[in-house]
T-cell receptor
């Protein structure tokens, strides 16, 4: 059984650029959630994907978008990067039926300069 | 909307001692889950313990136990026999019960408490 893996682990981008972060969910999990964790803060919910469709969204602008693929892996895309987008981005996977058992990846540290 | 408050930004404890981390929350929901997550320097969020609001009995996982006071909306974590490996950020989190309506199961986190276990 593989865990949740995220890539890349670290990334530096310039303001205005676009970025794609990737997440492979734990084997057998069909739900993926993305969170943004700013320095010194708790994670904030961005959105969730279930069976390839967005299944709820937090208070994030439309330039934050995502995809889920048939194998349940997922991407988080951020357009027109701003300095405040600098954060740790965490992916969590779960079985919808057991939604309290969320397993997190190690995150992608994004720095926008 | 739900809010989770952790009033202790940092705490420290001596190895083998007991420490309690505080958490309060605000919700109008009656059925929900509460969690404590640990985030070590490796950054991976690890579930420590989970409490279902409709269960009166406090959850326990080995050295970790909670004091769940539903009326007071309080959910503290007690770590007994603290170990050096317990050093980490600890986050309290809330999740609505699936039957409460809505189709997603987002976690709402507090700002965290940095726990340092000293040798």
């Amino acid at each position: 059984e593989t865990g949740v893996t995220q890539s890349p682990t670290h990334l530096i981008k310039t303001r205005g650029q676009q970025v794609t972060l990737r997440c492979s969910s734990q084997s057998g999990h069909n739900t993926v959630s993305w969170y943004q964790q700013a320095l010194g803060q708790g994670p904030q919910f961005i959105f969730q994907y279930y069976r390839e469709e967005e299944n709820g969204r937090g208070n994030f602008p439309p330039r934050f978008s995502g995809l889920q693929f048939p194998n349940y892996s997922s991407e988080l895309n951020v357009n027109a990067l701003e300095l405040d987008d600098s954060a740790l981005y965490l992916c969590a996977s779960s079985l919808r039926q057991m939604n309290t058992e969320a397993f997190f990846g190690q995150g992608t540290r994004l720095t926008v300069v | 909307a739900q809010t989770v408050t952790q009033s202790q930004p940092e705490m420290s404890v001596q190895e083998a001692e007991t420490v309690t981390l505080s958490c309060t929350y605000d919700t109008s929901e009656n059925n929900y889950y509460l969690f404590w997550y640990k985030q070590p320097p490796s950054r991976q969020m690890i579930l420590v313990i989970r409490q279902e609001a409709y269960k009166q009995q406090n959850a326990t996982e080995n050295r970790f136990s909670v004091n769940f006071q539903k009326a007071a909306k309080s959910f503290s974590l007690k770590i007994s026999d603290s170990q050096l490996g317990d050093t980490a950020m600890y986050f309290c989190a809330f999740m609505k019960h699936a039957g409460s309506g809505g189709s997603n199961y987002k976690l709402t986190f507090g700002k965290g408490t940095l726990l340092t276990v000293n040798p």
